[in-house]
């Protein structure tokens, strides 16, 4: 069993804040493949088209037959750790400073033997389940883990580097006015975060759940609307020093058009939230969090952006809305550029059409408010940065995949009204 | 007659220099946290106050600091123009640009409804409660800006709104009231500390909105969230109120201000 992480102590005013290192990032052309699974939480590896021989690390060539034709495709997760040991000494910055290090040689099931980091529950020669994840350097990493759940088991020194755990963190939630912001509350207070920060834009404004919302144990009510440059930069000022997680639950929604528009206020609306509020968000807290990347068990690990599947390509039933969820997504990853090297991830959830009254008349299948806050924590929890939720979304993002110019026209062709 | 002056001017002067003549601010400070009117969701919204720094004093500008400004015409303490409703929009010089600077600076009759708003706060000035507070302080003369005094600018944040699930509830004048003051006494405008001229639930009134379809249908004017009403004595002093001079302005934030003589020291 693994040793139960205590809550962190207060930091001490007299010492310096740690700053982030990373371990290496360098990786071939080829390899970032693998690197793009993992923030997906998949365990991917090249698989030889024409001998299906599975293939470790990343190639230009099957070593077995010679042919160039590599598919990357996921493999079974089980393996079994043949050798290991416990690096007491490093040159490289990142690991020096985070001794002792378990790592080992795993045979997957699938065939390669593997380099990975093994969970201090693994015993020798056991049989193990590999994870892949990105580290603190953003690149994909494999981790050995007990084959089954083991007591505190994501307590572990080694995993919590790979995870944004909520436990003994302190998030903010950026509106707390809605049926999804208050789920995500919920959430969060269930996973241990010890401080939920709950933003409230205009609280001379009754909003249906907020006695619920005040007596969630660890939530602090704050003022805070995001389209409003003050109320984010007086709020950051206050908390940006000690916000770990910040999930931004604010958007606007507005079903519509261009042409179905009278004039451009609604399309600014949904700009001044979805696009400005989340470049505020990033000018205020960013920074803070950027410079927190390494600041012990409670240090900042995780952004969390909630967008529209269609911020992938524009659905006209809600087309001003989604552009403007396109800007938030193109800026999100601006973000995960400027947050690169700082330990703190950008997970981006892409979700298909929410239970809620701007959504109400779409077709199921919805996403329930519920179902995103969980999935939300549930990626926090394992350390995945994209998460595609709803089969609405998963539809768009396999078509994306396959082709966006194709999607783009089947789009077009949508309906009214109705989801695809 | 060439270079002789009517004296009034300098007289105000000096009052205005001695304290005799006092300047009350009645003015809200813009703030982005400010309540605006709420409408249901699917209408077209009143923007806040919002504010955003071009420099200060650094990169951006060395030696000055500045802000671009956005709000709604009807946001803060605020001017209604009679073009702001459906029953002004064809009379002439219904918008800001175009009211004659005159009506800007006028006597002003303040009629007390802080102890009935204080216990009802759906109060409604009706015309009895104008003819009883006529018999004390004379009749209200036409062309006086009429403000209506609650207290209410003392309440914050939800309680100055005070919405409930069946709407707002804040005080204002009944559509008989206000068809006395346009019918009666051809007042110049109707002024509140509410977030409008109209009571909270004036929606569900005959007509709606009253005081927005009469006295703007009438060229009248309005001023809404006032401030320190209660420094005002109920007739004698000259509201000072001119609104941004915006071109077709349906209205315009601006500063309110009222001079007031106060009693010989």
Not at chain 1, 178 to 187: E, P, R
Not at chain 1, 360 to 386: F, S
Request: proline fraction near 7%; aromatic fraction near 6%.
């Amino acid at each position: 069993m693994t040793e139960l992480l205590q809550r962190p102590p207060k930091k001490d005013p007299q010492k310096r804040t740690v700053l982030p290192t990373t371990p290496p990032s360098a990786r071939s052309r080829k390899a970032i493949a693998f690197s793009t699974a993992a923030a997906e939480g998949r365990l991917a590896l090249q698989t030889c088209a024409e001998c299906d021989h599975v293939i470790y690390p990343a190639r230009e060539l099957c070593p077995k037959c010679w042919s160039m034709d590599l598919q990357w495709q996921d493999i079974p997760d089980g393996g079994e750790l043949i050798a290991e040991t416990t690096l007491r000494t490093s040159v490289n910055t990142y690991f020096r400073e985070r001794m002792p290090w378990r790592i080992g040689t795993v045979r997957l099931d699938a065939g390669p033997m593997v380099l990975a980091h093994i969970h201090g529950d693994v015993g020798e020669y056991e049989r193990v389940r590999m994870i892949a994840r990105t580290d603190k350097s953003g690149q994909g990493v494999l981790m050995a883990l007990p084959e089954k759940e083991t007591a505190n088991m994501a307590d572990d020194k080694q995993l919590r580097t790979l995870t944004c755990d909520p436990k003994h963190r302190r998030v903010l939630v950026t509106d707390g006015r809605t049926q999804l912001g208050q789920c995500t509350v919920n959430a969060l207070a269930k996973a241990g975060a010890s401080k939920i920060f709950v933003g409230i834009a205009r609280e001379w404004r009754p909003y249906d759940g907020s006695a619920e919302l005040a007596a969630v144990s660890g939530v602090e009510l704050m003022p805070l609307d995001i389209t409003d440059t003050i109320s984010v930069n007086e709020l950051a000022a206050e908390i940006g020093g000690k916000t770990d997680i910040l999930i931004n639950t604010a958007e606007h929604v507005r079903p519509g058009s261009a042409m179905q528009r009278h004039g451009i206020l609604t399309a600014r609306d949904e700009m001044e939230t979805n696009y400005f509020g989340l470049m505020r968000l990033i000018q205020a807290f960013g920074p803070g969090m950027r410079g927190r990347g390494a600041d012990g068990d409670n240090s900042a690990c995780a952004w969390v952006n909630l967008l529209s599947v269609y911020a992938l390509s524009n659905w006209s039933v809600f087309g001003t809305t989604t552009a403007s969820q396109a800007a938030a997504y193109s800026l999100s990853q601006c973000l995960r550029g400027e947050f690169a090297g700082s330990g703190v991830k950008v997970v981006n959830v892409l979700f298909g059409p929410l239970e809620d009254s701007w959504r109400q008349p779409l077709p199921p299948p919805k996403v329930t408010p519920k179902r995103l806050a969980d999935a939300i924590v549930h990626a926090l929890r394992q350390g995945i940065e994209n998460v595609t939720l709803g089969p609405v979304a998963e539809d768009i993002v396999r078509r994306f995949r396959d082709d966006p110019f194709v999607l783009e026209r089947e789009l077009m062709q949508a309906p009214g009204g109705q989801a695809v | 007659m060439k270079g002789e002056k009517c004296n009034t001017l300098a007289a105000l002067a000096t009052a205005m220099s001695s304290g005799e003549v006092e300047t009350v601010d009645l003015t809200h400070t813009l703030d982005s946290d400010f309540p605006v009117i709420v409408l249901p969701p699917e209408f077209g919204q009143c923007a806040p106050f919002r504010a955003e720094v071009v420099s200060r004093y650094d990169e951006r500008g060395p030696g000055w600091y500045w802000q671009n400004i956005s709000m709604c015409e009807h946001t803060g303490t605020h001017f209604d123009a009679p073009i702001h409703w459906i029953s002004g929009k064809d009379l002439p010089n219904a918008s800001v640009d175009a009211i004659p600077a005159t009506a800007f600076v006028r006597p002003v009759c303040v009629i007390d409804c802080s102890k009935e708003c204080a216990e009802n706060e759906d109060f409604l000035l009706t015309p009895e409660f104008i003819q009883a507070w006529e018999k004390q302080h004379g009749q209200i003369p036409a062309g006086d800006w009429v403000l209506l005094r609650s207290d209410w600018s003392r309440r914050s944040s939800a309680a100055y709104l005070n919405m409930r699930e069946d709407g707002a509830h804040s005080p204002g004048p009944s559509a008989d009231a206000v068809k006395f003051l346009v019918e009666e006494r051809d007042i110049l405008g109707f002024g509140t500390e509410t977030v409008g001229t109209d009571a909270g639930q004036a929606a569900h009134f005959s007509p709606p909105y009253p005081a927005h379809h009469l006295f703007h249908g009438a060229g009248k004017y309005g001023l809404q969230c006032l401030r320190n009403l209660d420094q005002l004595p109920p007739t004698g002093a000259i509201l000072v109120c001119p609104p941004l001079k915006i071109k077709n302005g349906s209205g315009s934030p601006l500063r309110v201000l009222a001079l007031v003589e106060r009693a010989s020291k």
